[in-house]
């Protein structure tokens, strides 16, 4: 005979109740643990973020608060200057690297219909570098108008056109390369004469 059959019915019963009653005792403290946890988590997120700052002379320690910015002129000013720069210089004219650089700053849509058209015009080109420069950028309620000098060099040659762009700019999602979350979502471009 077995251990287990040895045991009467009422013994197996109460050591099963045993058992059960541990596992609820383990279940519960689990529980209380991971509630406790999960409070001392939500408390620490809701501190003051601590803003850590290196002077030369030594490091500072700032308190700060939590808020929402909002996107001023400014802001708005910097970022079309990085996305012409990003859009408009290259060094050996590479379509794949080019769609690469812009694609922080647009918004899918567009990048699609720029990659559309790329595709359309494949016709040869001799080697080129383009560049800008004498960047200047208007912001207002309605629209965002930018001009700059765009300077192509062909075979050391510098050839100069004064371009000017007006930009559809849309806010979403902010992300690493745009911590802003400004996208550029339609561009018209024209020469100045």
């Keep these: 005979m077995t251990q287990a059959s040895k045991i009467n019915a009422r013994g197996q019963w109460l050591a099963l109740n045993r058992i059960a009653y541990s596992y609820k005792v383990i279940c519960f403290s689990l529980i209380g643990c991971l509630v406790l946890t999960l409070s001392i988590l939500t408390y620490i997120a809701t501190l003051p973020p601590v803003v850590i700052v290196d002077k030369g002379e030594g490091i500072e320690r700032y308190t700060s ?15 079309v200057r990085t996305f012409i720069k990003a859009n408009y210089e290259w060094k050996k004219l590479n379509k794949k690297k080019m769609m690469n650089n812009i694609h922080p700053f647009v918004t899918d849509d567009f990048l699609n219909l720029i990659k559309k058209k790329t595709k359309k015009k494949s016709k040869p080109v001799p080697e080129y570098q383009q560049y800008v420069g ?8 309605k629209e965002v108008v930018s001009q700059f000098d765009r300077i192509i060099r062909l075979k050391g040659i510098p050839f100069i056109s004064v371009t000017q762009i007006s930009l559809q700019i849309i806010k979403d999602t902010p992300n690493k390369w745009n911590p802003l979350g400004l996208y550029v979502n339609g561009l018209i471009e024209h020469e100045v004469k």
Aim: a positive charge.
């Design 65 to 79: 608060t939590r808020k929402s910015a909002e996107i001023g002129k400014d802001e708005i000013k910097k970022f």
């Design 134 to 141: 004498n960047i200047k950028v208007s912001v207002t309620d």
